[in-house]
């Protein structure tokens, strides 16, 4: 007995055993059903809509090569941790605060109130990505000349910079100073 059951595109034949089910008869017969499927790609109307209307020209690779993204990167998160030092050991506020930085990796523990910044280089992809408690997970491309002389880190997606991120969420949790990142390199 063949029974087909006609849906789209694919096909998918799935074998029954009637002693599987105790409410048949007890003779044995076996049952082939065939089961059809559309896939996503062939649904009619499926559109893809862009959330920005901005027009981004930062549409190329990363620029740099592997040396210069070695030293770029690690003159970014040198600077980036003593910035970060300096400004944690300046308060007394932040209880349970602290930082790290080891291979490529720089930690900043803002205590249980405002979380932990991750900051890491990946070789790979040659970009820096950024876990903020407060705007999740972001990578960021350098952006600038082929020497890697002037530039900054750019998240494509909503063109801002990896120091003007952490200047605008950093800001409210060190009321009493005046940050200022624009100052490390390649910042801007």
């Known amino acids: 007995m063949f029974r087909g059951i006609h849906f789209r595109r694919s096909w998918r034949y799935i074998y029954i055993n009637s002693k599987n089910f105790t409410k048949l008869p007890q003779r044995s017969y076996n049952v082939y059903t065939q089961l059809r499927h559309t896939p996503l790609t062939a649904l009619r109307n499926h559109y893809r809509y862009l959330s920005t209307d901005k027009f981004v020209e930062h549409i190329v690779d990363s620029v740099l090569d592997q040396s ?7 003159t970014t998160l040198d600077a980036l941790n003593e910035y970060m030092e300096r400004l944690v050991e300046t308060v007394d506020y ?95």
């Open 94 to 188: 932040l209880p349970g605060s602290d930082i790290g930085y080891s291979d490529g990796v720089l930690t900043v523990n803002l205590g249980p109130k405002h979380g932990v910044y991750v900051i890491n280089r990946q070789t790979p992809n040659r970009q820096i990505w950024l876990s903020s408690p407060f705007s999740g997970p972001k990578r960021y491309d350098f952006v600038g000349p082929k020497t890697g002389e002037k530039g900054k880190w750019l998240y494509r997606h909503d063109d801002e910079t990896l120091h003007d991120l952490l200047q605008q969420e950093l800001q409210p949790i060190f009321k009493d100073q005046k940050l200022d990142f624009s100052e490390l390199p390649y910042s801007s």
């Open 68 to 74: 210069t993204y070695e030293k770029v990167c690690a």
